[in-house]
Structure formats: C-alpha cells, structure tokens
C-alpha cells in the first residue's frame, strides 16, 4: 500500500466535492443563512443538534455563534443540544435514546427559533425526532445532511431548507459539512453587521 498516495487522494477527493458542490449548495446555503438572520433578528435562538461527528459540529457552530467567528461582534443566541450529559443520558435512561433532542427542543423551543438539524446521512432517529418536535414549536429547520437527504428531507416543509451534500462518504460529507457551517456564521455576520 503506497499510503503517501493515499492519503494525498483523500485531499484530492475532498477538494473535488467541495468544486463539485459549490453549485448545488450556494442558494440552501444562502436561504439557511436567511433564516438564522430573521430567527436573531427577531429575539429568537438557534438550537443545533446531531450524533458523533454532527454532535461536534453543532457545537463548533453554536460556540462560533456565541462567541464570536471572525469579527468583533456581540455575542449570538445559539445553543447545542448535545453538551448537557446530564440531561442526556436521564432522557436515555427515563425514556429512550431517540428522545434525547425532541425533549429539550419541546421544552427549549419557541416559534421564533430555529433548529440546525445535522446527519450525514438524514436518518439519524433522534435527529428525525428533533424536527418532528421543532415543528410541532413552530420553528423552522434547516437540516444539513447528505446523501439523497433521508428521511429528514421527506419531513422538511416550504420554510425549512435542506443543505444536502451530494456525496456517499461520510467522511468527505462532513468535510463539507464544516465549510457549510463557516459559510453560514460567515453570512449571518456579514448580514447583521455587515464586512468590516
């Protein structure tokens, strides 16, 4: 195994999907940026959630939000389903795993807010659980998933947005998945506090 080639084939792979995708992904990208903008501008919050890999990139988000990206700026109303272990693992004990965002959306969730609804592959059941709960609060959803979407994308109404990576392989979605949620901190400051 020549291991130099495969890895530099593992950068050549991922910088294709990301030309590839720029097409496919601009306007969801530009409509989810949209929404979060409204939902802040409007005294709302955005509530982000995912497993594994998507549970460290709601809370890359979220801490980019609260924090702050790559300019000087108040902090935004964001926050990760995925951190509380506490309240995690008692909704996994008392009730199931797949409820463990539904509850805290049902009790978290107003109909100003939106939910970042990650999954690479859109059938993640405790992400699936999630939207059925925000909308249900009335929120919008902006699901960022991969593959033909899932079920999350049969679930999405007209005012959600569905961020899909056109790709199989889990690990280059989620590579696209992270330049995704850049671009989107990257739109939100630039339409709250324009380009300084």
């Known amino acids: 195994m020549d291991l130099l080639s495969r890895i530099s084939q593992h950068f050549h792979d991922s910088a294709e999907l990301k030309v590839q995708a720029v097409d496919v992904l601009a306007a969801p990208l530009q409509r989810g940026a949209e929404r979060m903008v409204h939902c802040l501008m409007n005294e709302g919050k955005i509530l982000s959630c995912g497993n594994g890999g998507s549970a460290a990139d709601a809370q890359h988000f979220s801490a980019e939000l609260l924090n702050r990206f790559e300019m000087e700026?108040?902090?935004?109303?964001?926050?990760?389903?995925?951190?509380?272990?506490?309240?995690?693992?008692?909704?996994?004990?008392?009730?199931?795993?797949?409820?463990?965002?539904?509850?805290?959306?049902?009790?978290?969730?107003?109909?100003?807010?939106?939910?970042?609804?990650?999954?690479?592959?859109?059938?993640?059941p405790n992400v699936v659980e999630a939207i059925a709960a925000a909308h249900e609060k009335g929120m919008t959803v902006v699901a960022l998933t991969g593959r033909d979407g899932g079920k999350m994308a049969a679930m999405l109404g007209p005012d959600d947005v569905n961020i899909c990576v056109p790709s199989s392989v889990t690990a280059r979605i989620q590579e696209v998945h992270l330049l995704c949620l850049h671009c989107l901190c990257d739109a939100i400051d630039v339409q709250l506090f324009g380009v300084q």
């Open 73 to 124: 700026r108040p902090g935004l109303a964001a926050m990760a389903l995925t951190t509380d272990a506490s309240t995690i693992t008692s909704i996994a004990n008392d009730y199931a795993y797949v409820q463990v965002f539904s509850k805290q959306i049902r009790a978290l969730g107003h109909a100003n807010d939106v939910l970042l609804a990650i999954s690479t592959s859109g059938n993640s």
